[in-house]
C-alpha cells in the first residue's frame, strides 16, 4: 500500500480525526496571517475556520457560513479601525471541495467570490493608509486564488467523472463478452447434443420394429447424451446464479482434443459417415487453439448432421504444422438413399465459429461446394509442430 492509499484509508476510517486536524491547521496558518488580530475579528475568524470541518457533508453551506462570518468580521474591524481577519484559507479549501462535490453550483460561487473581493479590498489595511490602486492590487491574489480553488475542485470533479465513464463503459464491454461467451457456450454444449438426440431418436424409431437390438442401442445412446448435457446445463446455470462475491466458476471443463475421437464416436453413432484425418501433433497446440478446433469441429458436425441428416458423408481434416493449423470439415451430402444435401445457412453457429478463429488471429470461411458444404479455419500455430507419425 502507497502513503496516498494509507491516508486515504485511514482518512475513510477515520473522517472525524482527518476533518479536526485540518481544521486546527487551518485556524493555525490564518490566525497566524491575521497581524494584530482584534478580539472584535477573533470570533468571526474562528467560525470561518470551524466551518472547514463541514466541508464534506455540507460544502456549499459550510462556504456560505465561511463567507458571512468573514465578511461581518471585516466590517465590524473596519468599524473600529483594526485590520480585518485573513481567513481566506479555510475559503480556499471550501470552494475547491464545493467545485468538488457540487454542480450547478458556479454562479452563486462566484457571487461569493465577489463578496471576498469587497472584503479584501475593505480590509487591505487599517483606513486611509492604502490608496484606492493599491487597494484594488491587494484584493487581485484574493480572487484569482478563489477562482483558481473553485476550478481546481471542478477539473477534479469531471476527471472522476470521466474515469467512472470509463469504468462503467469497460464494465458494459465485459458483461457483453461474458454474456456472448456464455451464449457461445451453451449453443455449443446444449445445440450439439441436441442435435445428436434427435438423429439418434429419429434413427430408433425408423428401426424400432425391423431392428430392436438398433433400436435399443440408438435409446441407451439418447440417454447417455443426455445425461451429459444435463450436467453440462447445471454447470452454466450454477455460472449464471453465481453473485458477484462467489469465486469465478468455469462453465465446464473445457474440452481439448484428447477429447476428439469421443466427439467423433458419438456423431458417427448418430449416423453421419465420418472419415478422420489428423497429421501432427494436436495435443502440443496451445489449450486456447486446442478449444477452438474442437468447438469448430463440434459445431460442423452438427451442422451436418442436421442440415445433411443420416447418412451424410463428412470429412474432418485437422493438419497441425509449425507455422499454422488446418482445420476443414467437408460436408458430401447424403449417401445415396439417406436424404438430401444440406441447405446453406449462416446462424449462430457459424458466427461462433468464425468468433473464436477470429479471436487466435485465424481465418475463416464456411459456405457451400458443388458437393455439400464446407467449413474451414486456418490458425497461427503458437506451439505446435508437425509430427509425420501422429497421422493417421
Do not use: K
Not at 108 to 125: E, Y
Not at 132 to 144: C, S
Not at 231 to 239: A, N, Y
Not at 363 to 379: M, P, Y
Amino acid at each position: 500500500m502507497t502513503r496516498q492509499e494509507g491516508l486515504r484509508a485511514f482518512d475513510t476510517a477515520h473522517p472525524l480525526v482527518w476533518d479536526a486536524a485540518l481544521t486546527i491547521l487551518i485556524a493555525l496558518a490564518c490566525t497566524s496571517a491575521s497581524a494584530g488580530l482584534s478580539p472584535v475579528g477573533a470570533p468571526f475568524l474562528f467560525a470561518a475556520c470551524v466551518a472547514v470541518a463541514f466541508r464534506r457533508r455540507a460544502p456549499f453551506a459550510a462556504l456560505v457560513v465561511a463567507t458571512a462570518a468573514l465578511t461581518m468580521g471585516g466590517v465590524a474591524s473596519a468599524l473600529i479601525g483594526e485590520p480585518s481577519p485573513w481567513g481566506y484559507l479555510a475559503i480556499w479549501v471550501l470552494l475547491y471541495h464545493v467545485g468538488l462535490r457540487r454542480s450547478g453550483a458556479l454562479a452563486a460561487s462566484a457571487a461569493l467570490i465577489g463578496i471576498l473581493a469587497l472584503v479584501a479590498f475593505a480590509g487591505a489595511a487599517s483606513p486611509g493608509t492604502l490608496a484606492l490602486g493599491e487597494r484594488g492590487a491587494a484584493m487581485l491574489p484574493v480572487v484569482a486564488m478563489s477562482a483558481a480553488a473553485l476550478l481546481a475542485g471542478r477539473q477534479l470533479r469531471s476527471t472522476r467523472e470521466a474515469q467512472q465513464r470509463r469504468r462503467a463503459d469497460v464494465a458494459r464491454e465485459a458483461a457483453a463478452e461474458e454474456r456472448s461467451r456464455i451464449s457461445r457456450e451453451m449453443h455449443d454444449l446444449i445445440g450439439h447434443d441436441l442435435s445428436v438426440i434427435a438423429s439418434l431418436a429419429a434413427g430408433g424409431q425408423n428401426v424400432l420394429r425391423s431392428s430392436p437390438d438398433e433400436a435399443e442401442r440408438a435409446f441407451a445412446a439418447i440417454g447417455q447424451v443426455s445425461r451429459a448435457s444435463v450436467g453440462q446445463l447445471r454447470q452454466v446455470l450454477r455460472l449464471l446464479r453465481s453473485g458477484d462475491g462467489d469465486a469465478p466458476a468455469p462453465l465446464s471443463p473445457q474440452p481439448d482434443l484428447s477429447r476428439l475421437s469421443a466427439l467423433i464416436d458419438t456423431v458417427r453413432s448418430a449416423g453421419l459417415h465420418i472419415d478422420d484425418e489428423r497429421r501432427g501433433d494436436l495435443h502440443g497446440l496451445p489449450r486456447a487453439h486446442q478449444l477452438a478446433v474442437y468447438r469448430i469441429i463440434q459445431e460442423a458436425l452438427t451442422n451436418s448432421l442436421r442440415h445433411g441428416g443420416e447418412g451424410t458423408a463428412v470429412t474432418v481434416r485437422v493438419v497441425v504444422s509449425t507455422q499454422e493449423v488446418v482445420v476443414s470439415i467437408a460436408d458430401r451430402g447424403a449417401v445415396p438413399g439417406a436424404g438430401h444435401p444440406r441447405v446453406s445457412t449462416d446462424g449462430h453457429g457459424l458466427v461462433g465459429m468464425r468468433e473464436r478463429v477470429d479471436a487466435l488471429g485465424g481465418v475463416f470461411h464456411a459456405g457451400a461446394t458443388a458437393a455439400g458444404w464446407l467449413v474451414e479455419a486456418v490458425i497461427p500455430n503458437q506451439g505446435g509442430g508437425f509430427d509425420e507419425s501422429a497421422s493417421r
